[in-house]
């Protein structure tokens, strides 16, 4: 099995910066996608920013020039770094990967972890 572990949840000031990270570990071949996605009270998960393993990235609108992805393959660790926070920046954050476990199946599992709070105050 497979799992995602997230850190570097915290409370922090408005314009304040945080560096969340996800580490994938257990039984893992190959690791395609991996990304950030948060969730506030009452809101639908969306999508923060996502990257390939060859480092193309995808950033939402709401937090492009703020936020940068980043993804160490050798530590199969993905990286948030989180500048001028904003107070609506506040939610869970959970890491999501996809990951392929053998060599013989050639799937991909989607794989959550198990998500870091991060509040921003004003």
């Known amino acids: 099995q497979v799992q995602l572990v997230e850190s570097g949840g915290d409370l922090v000031q408005a314009g304040g910066s945080l560096r969340l990270s996800c580490a994938a570990s257990g039984s893992i071949f190959d690791i395609n996608v991996m990304g950030w996605y948060r969730q506030s009270p009452g809101k639908q998960r969306e999508l923060v920013a996502a990257?390939?393993?060859?480092?193309?990235?995808n950033v939402a609108d709401s937090v492009k020039g703020r936020f940068t992805i980043s993804r160490d393959n050798a530590k199969n660790t993905v990286y948030l770094l989180m500048n001028s926070l904003k107070p609506e920046d506040t939610a869970v954050y959970y890491c999501?990967?996809?990951?392929?476990?053998?060599?013989?199946?050639?799937?991909?599992?989607?794989?959550w972890g198990q998500g870091t709070l991060v509040t921003v105050s004003s």
């Open positions: 999501n990967a996809q990951i392929r476990t053998s060599l013989i199946w050639s799937g991909y599992l989607e794989v």
């Open positions: 990257i390939t393993s060859d480092s193309s990235t």
